[in-house]
């Protein structure tokens, strides 16, 4: 089952923050999230596996609520360059397919 | 750098038209995905591979097939195009065998397919 991502899209001014979620109806074991600029390919983030963690990379982080079977993508301080679509993917387990969500489209500008 | 190439970023073909879209990877990853994108959709996984000659069904197979005769190489069959097949294809990789699905993906550029 797909996962729901929220907002579907946002507007941000450069320098202010953002959350995208992502939830599912089932138990998950890992949430994958991915990029995609206008006209790319879609580019690995990262990956939380079950366990709570969480993780960050420069100003974008990402944290996995396994009870609530809901991850949040923080960007903050916002920069052109994060806009684009942000997917998440989920699995149910650690041998299980990703499912993508629908997909948020971030717009940043200045 | 991993690198993944589709043969076309854009083809147009008929209804009823046998289609070949071809993906290579250059880092020797065992597991290969195809995936059709579609607006609101996000990414919909169509089949994957986690070895040579071997294929599992994804998501939405129906309507399409798949051939992987050489490592490096997964090719995505659409055996008669219908206009419900007009999308973006997508190509992945992944590296390892035993976790197919927990691996990072490596996306090729796309391919945009109208079917008329």
């Known amino acids: 089952q797909q996962p729901v991502q929220s907002p579907q899209a946002v507007i941000l001014r450069e320098g202010e923050d953002a959350v995208i979620n992502c939830s599912s109806s089932?138990?998950?074991?890992?949430v994958h999230w991915y990029r995609q600029k206008h006209g790319e390919a879609p580019v690995f983030l990262m990956i939380?596996?079950?366990?709570?963690e969480q993780k960050g990379h420069d100003k974008i982080s990402a944290s996995f609520n396994e009870k609530k079977q809901q991850s949040s993508l923080y960007l903050t301080a916002s920069q052109l360059s994060y806009s684009g679509t942000y997917f998440c993917g989920t699995a149910k387990t650690s041998y299980d397919k990703v499912i993508f969500g629908p997909g948020t489209s971030l717009s940043v500008i200045p | 750098d991993v690198k993944v190439t589709q043969s076309s970023r854009y083809l147009v073909k008929r209804t009823g038209e046998k289609v070949f879209l071809e993906c290579v990877q250059d880092?020797?990853?065992?597991?290969m995905f195809w995936y059709r994108q579609d607006p609101g959709l996000g990414l919909r996984l169509i089949y994957f591979?986690?070895?040579?000659?071997?294929?599992e069904k994804g998501d939405i197979p129906e309507g399409y097939s798949v051939s992987r005769e050489k490592k490096e190489r997964f090719s995505l069959i659409l055996e008669s195009a219908s206009t419900n097949q007009t999308s973006m294809y997508l190509c992945?990789?992944?590296?390892?065998?035993?976790?197919?699905?927990?691996?990072?993906?490596?996306f090729g550029p796309g391919t945009r397919l109208l079917v008329l």
């Open positions: 089932k138990a998950l074991y890992s």
């Open positions: 992945a990789s992944s590296f390892g065998k035993a976790t197919v699905f927990r691996e990072t993906q490596y």
């Open positions: 880092m020797d990853h065992e597991n």
């Open positions: 591979s986690y070895d040579v000659k071997m294929k």
């Open positions: 939380l596996l079950k366990g709570g």
